[in-house]
């Protein structure tokens, strides 16, 4: 009788250890997952906050294209290749958001924009207020 109670003990006492080991474990997982979704909500306000300033800057170049037309100039500000490089965005953002963990695809997502960025300040400064100056009708 008392060995058939130490080994019982002996059970539990290794039924306990293995629920422990198995707690810890958990614990760690538990905590490497609510930095993962920390990570994500900061990196999908950072891609929200982007998309506020290309649709921003989208609004800009839409308001110069339309008073070059009704200037009588013509698109010549590069708003074609904007408008793709917008379009291309969004895939990789939905790509993106629909596979998170994907460093290498934020960061192609991040050049985009900054390439956007570049490509819209370019079109949005500089000399193309003379441009729609010059054209006819233009003043």
Do not use: C, Y
């Not at 003990?9 to 614990?27: N, P, V």
């Not at 793709?84 to 993106?96: A, F, G, N, Y």
């Not at 629909?98 to 960061?107: F, H, I």
């Amino acid at each position: 009788m008392a060995d058939k109670t130490v080994s019982s003990w002996q059970d539990l006492s290794l039924q306990a250890e293995t629920l422990k080991t198995a707690k810890d474990q958990l614990g760690v997982l538990v905590a490497s997952f609510e930095q993962r979704q920390q990570e994500g909500r900061e990196r999908l306000k950072t891609l929200k906050r982007r998309l506020e300033e290309v649709d921003a800057k989208a609004v800009t170049l839409k308001s110069i294209r339309d008073t070059s037309a009704l200037a009588g100039g013509t698109a010549a500000l590069g708003f074609d290749k904007v408008e793709q490089q917008v379009r291309d965005l969004t895939v990789r953002i939905d790509m993106e958001l629909a596979t998170p963990g994907k460093t290498k695809d934020s960061a192609n997502a991040a050049s985009t924009l900054d390439s956007l960025g570049s490509t819209v300040h370019q079109a949005t400064t500089g000399d193309n207020v003379p441009k729609i100056d010059k054209t006819p009708g233009g003043k």
